[in-house]
Every structure is written in C-alpha cells, then in structure tokens.
C-alpha cells in the first residue's frame, strides 16, 4: 500500500524552485510476491492562481530519474487550481525492445521502495499559500476482459485525461503471477502479459483520494 509522510524526504515549506512535493514508499508483501508499478497519477492543488508547477518528474531512491520532466495538465472536470500528472514509468535497469520510456519497476517481495515526486514551483510568494499533492486511485474497472485482455498498455488501459470522475487507468500495477519477464526475454513480455490491475483493490486508495494527502504550506 502507498504512503505518504515528509520523513521519507518530501519537502516540508512550499517556496520557489526545484522541490520535493511527494515522497511515497510502495512496499510488496512477503506472502504476497513481487509487485510491479506501471502507471501513477498525481493531482496537485494550489490555494490561489499566482502559482505555477512546470518540470514534475519522478526519481527512485537512487536517484534515478523514472519519469521525465514534463508539465501538468487542468483537471477537466474538478475543482479551480487543480493540475494532474501522468507518469508511466521507465525502468532505469534495462530497455524493453519497442517500449523503450514504458517499462514497469519491481518491488521485490519482502521488500520496500521509496520515490519522490519533484516539481518546478514559482509565484509561492505570499504567507498561507499551500500546494496539496495525492496520489490518485480508480473507479472499478471492467472485470469481463481480466486475465485476458488487461496488459498495461492503452488499449484496456487508456493513459487519464484529467476526468477523474470516470477514468480508471490512474494507477496501474500487477503482481506478475504469470512470471514473465520484465525485459521481455525470449517473447515472455509481463507488461504485455494479462495480468494487470488498476488503483481500485489497493487499500486505502479510492476514486480522486490517496491514501494521505500532503499540504506543503509557505
């Protein structure tokens, strides 16, 4: 289950520039096997529309990048001053052949891992402003298809457009029960594999909630 707390190296003041807005661990459970993380989404809220976000990308505890800088969207349908980011992972440890930027992280059975959510912010120049960070869950996805046509890639799940009232595809892993390969050796593809799941069963994360929130204030 994700959770959030500034002990795992989040900023704790909001000013201008490059700051840690989230820092969340992913712990796979030892009864439980491997987890692999495909897809997370991130919904950002500002008290006020003088501030920017730009260059949101994400890093391991390692420090390597697994998401590109890039800048956040208007949420469509929801509330002023409220931005998303869609982050489909890319593993540091090897190349997929023919997806290359889309390859899922293990979190090895028994085991934890911790990333931070980095963003760009400016005009945070006023006492009592605050930034709000979440991790975004799903609706029930459709069950007909599962284990036969839920791989990690668009076609069951679509990339989110910023209508969390109706997207399913904010947070996308599996728990490879089929033990295919992540790098696709010899054809044994796990992102390409029926086997993948939405935000909907992870405890504590639930449509347009995560499990904590986070308030950076000035």
Same mark, same amino acid.
């Given at each position: 289950?994700?959770?959030? %707390?500034?002990?795992?190296?989040?900023?704790?003041?909001?000013?201008?520039?490059?700051?840690?807005?989230?820092?969340?661990?992913?712990?796979?459970?030892?009864?439980?096997?491997?987890?692999?993380?495909?897809?997370?989404?991130?919904? =950002?809220? +500002?008290?006020?529309?003088?501030?920017?976000?730009?260059?949101?990308?994400?890093?391991?505890?390692?420090?390597?990048?697994?998401?590109?800088?890039?800048?956040?969207?208007?949420?469509?349908?929801?509330?002023?001053?409220?931005?998303?980011?869609?982050? &489909?992972?890319?593993?540091?440890?090897?190349?997929?052949?023919?997806?290359?930027?889309?390859?899922?992280?293990?979190?090895?059975?028994?085991? %934890?891992? &911790?990333?931070?959510?980095?963003?760009?912010?400016?005009?945070?120049?006023?006492?009592?402003?605050?930034?709000? &960070?979440?991790?975004?869950?799903?609706?029930?996805?459709?069950? +007909?298809?599962?284990?036969?046509?839920?791989?990690?890639?668009? +076609? =069951?799940?679509?990339?989110?457009?910023?209508?969390?009232?109706?997207?399913?595809?904010? =947070?996308?892993?599996?728990?490879?029960?089929?033990?295919?390969?992540?790098?696709?050796?010899?054809?044994?593809?796990?992102?390409?594999?029926?086997?993948? *799941?939405?935000?909907?069963?992870?405890?504590?994360?639930?449509?347009?909630?995560?499990?904590?929130? *986070?308030?950076?204030?000035?």
């Amino acid at each position: 289950m994700p959770t959030s %707390s500034n002990s795992l190296g989040a900023d704790t003041t909001l000013r201008d520039g490059n700051i840690v807005v989230y820092a969340y661990k992913v712990t796979a459970d030892a009864d439980g096997g491997d987890v692999l993380l495909y897809r997370n989404t991130f919904v =950002f809220a +500002t008290s006020g529309s003088d501030m920017t976000i730009t260059n949101v990308y994400i890093a391991d505890e390692e420090g390597n990048t697994i998401k590109t800088a890039i800048d956040p969207v208007d949420c469509t349908s929801d509330a002023s001053y409220e931005y998303y980011y869609t982050a &489909t992972f890319n593993n540091p440890d090897f190349n997929v052949t023919g997806a290359t930027t889309d390859e899922a992280i293990k979190i090895a059975a028994g085991t %934890s891992k &911790t990333f931070k959510v980095y963003a760009t912010i400016a005009g945070a120049d006023s006492t009592g402003e605050s930034l709000t &960070t979440f991790l975004v869950g799903d609706l029930a996805s459709t069950s +007909t298809d599962v284990n036969d046509e839920n791989t990690a890639g668009t +076609t =069951f799940y679509p990339a989110p457009t910023g209508d969390l009232s109706t997207v399913m595809s904010n =947070f996308i892993w599996s728990d490879n029960y089929k033990q295919n390969s992540l790098e696709g050796t010899d054809g044994n593809n796990a992102t390409s594999t029926a086997q993948w *799941y939405n935000g909907h069963l992870v405890p504590g994360l639930g449509n347009v909630v995560s499990t904590t929130a *986070y308030v950076i204030s000035k």
